[in-house]
């Protein structure tokens, strides 16, 4: 069975960076499609980005684009979100989530056409003067 943990999250200045990890354990990551989710208090949880199997495809919602950057490594049972120039906005708790590749399109899986198989516990992201 999957398990999946966040960290990296905390409190960063509007225009800092922080770099989120998501590593699995009891099951290598290789053959998942890979996605970070946020939620937002108040706010349904959204897609922010997504890598397919072997890291060839990747998705950006609209508002991360040019400022998030999702990298997998699969040696290390990792995936990463580099978040740069960060903005209230993208305050809220995030998410890494795992599909097995052969169940859905990474589109699919960002957009939350199709439900991950396994989740992390999340980490507390907070952009605040």
């Known amino acids: 069975q999957m398990q999946l943990a966040e960290s990296g999250g905390g409190l960063v200045q509007p225009g800092g960076s922080l770099r989120l990890s998501c590593v699995s354990s009891g099951s290598t990551l290789e053959n998942y499609h890979v996605g970070w989710f946020r939620q937002a208090p108040g706010m349904e949880r959204e897609g922010v980005s997504c890598?397919?199997?072997?890291?060839?495809?990747?998705e950006y919602a609209d508002s991360v684009k040019g400022r998030f950057t999702i990298v997998r490594d699969d040696p290390n049972n990792a995936v990463y979100l580099q978040m740069d120039n960060l903005t209230p906005a993208d305050t809220g708790v995030y998410y890494c989530?795992?599909?097995?590749?052969?169940?859905?399109?990474?589109?699919?899986?960002?957009?939350?056409?199709?439900?991950?198989?396994?989740w992390g516990q999340g980490t507390q992201v907070t952009v605040s003067a």
């Open positions: 890598t397919s199997r072997f890291g060839g495809l990747t």
């Open positions: 989530a795992a599909i097995s590749f052969g169940l859905t399109t990474i589109q699919d899986l960002c957009s939350g056409r199709r439900q991950p198989s396994y």
